[in-house]
């Protein structure tokens, strides 16, 4: 399994209330990914980054912002939880091509949250 | 616009019968096509992948179709196990890029019946 680490697991918060995830891996992969999980759509991309503090939006990522100061850590912040964030987040990484990556990136445990 | 589509939202075989999961796809620029297994409770787990020149790919029980002209591409999954009943999601992606953003369907509930 890919050393990747997610944390929480679980947290249920409020609405208004700020939420920071963590993505932390052990694998020195350049590229890092937040997606999330809903019913009916699948995996979305939220934000990704390309490099230590190269950081670019993804479909859906209104209401959410990121950062990577260090290679191995990629931070989610909601900074106002609202309860259409309810979902499953999914960290995942993986190596360009150029580092002799394939197309496959691999994920982490996912952190289920819930906004009441 | 959803670039990665999956039209069956789930799929119940018998055990030892074929499996056959499909994926449709609007940007011609995917290069590379990937199929994702995910448990309850789990991450997703990469599975098989396919690059846009080649029509066919094979790994043990697991083969990949491509049909770019018709751009679609299926999972055959022979002999289908119990072990098998998870949900399995289509992504495509422009590995040649910047950055390998994979774009996923839906996905696909299958149920392996013993």
């Known amino acids: 399994d890919a050393g990747i680490t997610q944390s929480p697991r679980h947290k249920v918060t409020e609405t208004g209330t700020p939420v920071t995830l963590r993505c932390h891996q052990t694998?020195?992969?350049?590229?890092m990914y937040w997606y999330r999980q809903d019913p009916g759509h699948g995996l979305r991309l939220i934000h990704y980054?390309?490099?230590?503090?190269?950081?670019d939006k993804g479909e859906v990522s209104d209401g959410y912002s990121v950062s990577r100061s260090k290679t191995e850590d990629f931070l989610l912040t909601l900074e106002s939880a609202t309860s259409s964030q309810t979902s499953v987040y999914f960290c995942?990484?993986?190596?360009?091509?150029?580092?002799?990556?394939?197309?496959?990136?691999?994920f982490g445990q996912g952190t289920r949250l819930t906004v009441v | 616009d959803q670039q990665v589509k999956q039209n069956s939202p789930s799929l119940s075989v018998q055990e030892g019968r074929i499996s056959i999961l499909n994926c449709d796809y609007t940007?011609?620029?995917?290069?590379?096509f990937l199929w994702y297994k995910k448990y309850p409770a789990e991450g997703p787990t990469f599975l098989i992948s396919?690059?846009?020149?080649?029509d066919k790919n094979e790994d043990g029980r697991f083969t990949v179709f491509l049909n770019k002209s018709a751009k679609h591409l299926s999972l055959h999954i022979v002999p289908s196990q119990p072990g098998d009943s998870a949900v399995y999601f289509c992504?495509?992606?422009?590995?040649?890029?910047?950055?390998?953003?994979?774009?996923f369907g839906t996905g696909t509930l299958l149920a392996v019946q013993p």
């Open positions: 396919i690059s846009s020149i080649k």
């Open positions: 992504a495509a992606s422009n590995f040649g890029g910047a950055t390998n953003k994979l774009i």
């Open positions: 940007n011609s620029m995917f290069d590379y």
């Open positions: 694998e020195n992969h350049r590229y």
């Open positions: 980054s390309y490099g230590v503090k190269d950081t």
């Open positions: 995942a990484i993986s190596e360009p091509l150029s580092r002799g990556g394939g197309p496959e990136a691999f």
